[in-house]
């Protein structure tokens, strides 16, 4: 039983540009979590996710940030016009109940 | 609301030497707690989690965790580390129920061990 995956695990963007991180949970679960660590610092919640439904985005930045989990396919995080405070570690979680299973992380670098 | 405060961002013991990893917590509602353990460019492993029942909790790689509901404390340790314990720590603490996977993280411990 594959673990969560999340792809690529090193992005490099300029200023502007967007940035595209996918996710795809462990066979079975339903439900996945976007969380971000930034230098030196513990993860963050981002964003919690169902099949075709976003549940809790209350630590979603505002503006430029989204999220989306299709029927089909990968949950997606999109960061529009990145800039270089968006240089983080971006972990995506699924759970079937009771304990969160962590994907290896996206490395954005914002350059 | 939810926070963790993990004392000490770095520990450093020598092989063989107790580990103890400390991590305070604060919930309004009866806490689900965690250890999680990262490597250099990976992602997190869960240790151990406590959700309800006995407040010794056993983990994976010898490690174990007391919850003390009457110090607010969910402390991590292991009797003897080994040099493949080396990496970073995080304490974490939810609600529980629909809220399960909203996490809230304490800031890391990183763990040396020396020969």
């Known amino acids: 039983n594959a673990g969560v995956m999340q792809n690529p695990r090193h992005l490099v963007r300029r200023r502007g540009q967007e940035a595209r991180l996918r996710c795809s949970p462990m066979?079975?679960?339903?439900?996945v979590y976007w969380y971000r660590q930034l230098p030196e610092e513990g993860l963050k919640f981002m964003v919690y996710?169902?099949?075709?439904?976003?549940?809790?985005e209350s630590g979603m930045p505002k503006e430029r940030f989204s999220a989306e989990f299709p029927k089909e396919g990968p949950s997606i995080l999109r960061i529009q016009q990145v800039v270089r405070g968006d240089s983080a570690a971006y972990f995506c979680?699924?759970?079937?109940?009771?304990?969160?299973?962590f994907g290896p992380g996206t490395r954005l670098t914002v350059l | 609301a939810q926070s963790v405060t993990q004392l000490g961002s770095h520990v450093s013991v020598s092989e063989g030497a107790l580990v103890l990893l400390r991590c305070n917590y604060s919930?309004?509602?009866?806490?689900?707690l965690f250890w999680y353990v990262q490597y250099p460019n990976q992602g997190l492993q869960l240790l151990l989690k406590?959700?309800?029942?006995?407040?010794l909790v056993k983990g994976i790689n010898g490690f174990e965790a007391e919850f003390k509901k009457s110090e607010t404390s969910f402390h991590l340790t292991k009797p003897s580390a080994h040099m493949s314990d080396a990496a970073e720590y995080f304490c974490?603490?939810?609600?529980?129920?629909?809220?399960?996977?909203?996490?809230?993280f304490g800031r890391g411990t990183q763990l040396t061990v020396w020969p």
């Open positions: 979680a699924s759970s079937p109940e009771k304990v969160l299973y």
């Open positions: 406590y959700t309800t029942g006995a407040t």
């Open positions: 974490a603490v939810s609600e529980g129920g629909s809220t399960l996977g909203r996490l809230y």
């Open positions: 996710l169902q099949k075709e439904n976003i549940i809790d």
């Open positions: 919930s309004s509602v009866p806490p689900y």
């Open positions: 066979k079975g679960h339903s439900h």
